[in-house]
């Protein structure tokens, strides 16, 4: 019992940490690469954003909702999830979508807008979405499943992800150690985790416990190239395929720090607009001011398990990597 008791706990620790002491900055491209086949397309279906459109009611919406690349909503009885976990409470049919309630905005009334193509398919967040149950939804999940199955590192800005990797593999999740440097190819990793796990509907089901009935937690899963993004309760962490160029750019800090970010400085006095472009060229712009420096030339890597960032040649420390409220780091002079 008690060792029961301490893998549940372990688990839950390992899994679930990372949702609030560490975030990862890599943002997923709309053009990815052809991951389903082309039944499993819907870029290849056009709809009339007028015409096609049919009233949205309850009946029509209530349900699961699948896209390629993963759980897109669900909705029953007044309450709607989106693919970030988050739950929506008292929800009212609208002509432009749903309106509801969540803890996660502080109980304010939040409108999210949806369209409704066909009684199986709709658009809601930018994102097309199948009934789960029907054909093509049918063949979305076993599309998601065959790419779920190998082995996925984390990556938040510390040294874990070096330690451990993840395994989804015949409806077991497992915590496997990275063998030493210098055995770091052979095939003798330590398992140090495993679960059973379930994959149904784009919904990543972790189980465990006295019963092994009892669901540790609960994820929706988006799922594009090499990056599993898993999400719940508004919290979301990233996989990379081990092996892969999204892990190598991930776990040198590059794709960590790419993309758009608001920089404050520590006493408050300055606020930026930064951006990185992922490949070696920064911009700063300053709010409420034209002055904007572009093609300012950066780099970053790992050192010591932890990021170096290089700008113009001048160093600066990269710490803190955080998902609670967004993603967000500090960086440090010297």
Known sequence: MIKKRTLIFAILILILVPFFLYGCRADIKESAADTTNEETDLSDE??????????????????????????????SEGVFYDNSGIEYTDCKITESG????????????????????ADDTLEVNEMLAVKAGSDKGKKYQKALENQLEGDWITCDGSDI?????TRFADGKFSMLSLPDEENRDSENDESYLICEYAFENGILSLYGGYDESDVLQNFSVHLQDDLLRLAADGFTM?????????????????????????????????????????????????????EIQEGRKYSVSRQDAG??????EKEFIVESFSSLDGNSFSLYDG
């Not at 992800?161 to 990797?165: A, G, I, P, T």
């Open 46 to 75: 056009t709809f009339d954003m007028t015409e096609s459109v049919i009233s949205l009611t309850e009946d029509r919406l209530s349900g699961t909702w699948i896209g390629e690349y993963g759980f897109v909503c669900r909705y």
């Open 98 to 117: 749903i309106s509801g309630v969540s803890d996660y905005f502080g109980g304010e009334l939040v409108n999210i807008g949806i369209r409704m193509f």
């Open 161 to 165: 992800s070096y330690e451990f990797y």
């Open 238 to 290: 990233n996989y990379y395929r081990k092996g892969s160029q999204a892990a190598e750019d991930a776990l040198s800090g590059k794709s960590l720090l790419t993309g758009e970010w608001v920089f404050v400085s520590s006493d408050n006095s300055e606020i930026l607009h930064w951006s990185f472009d992922g490949d070696s060229k920064l911009s700063i712009e300053g709010y409420g001011t034209n």
């Open 307 to 312: 990021f170096v960032l290089i700008i113009d």
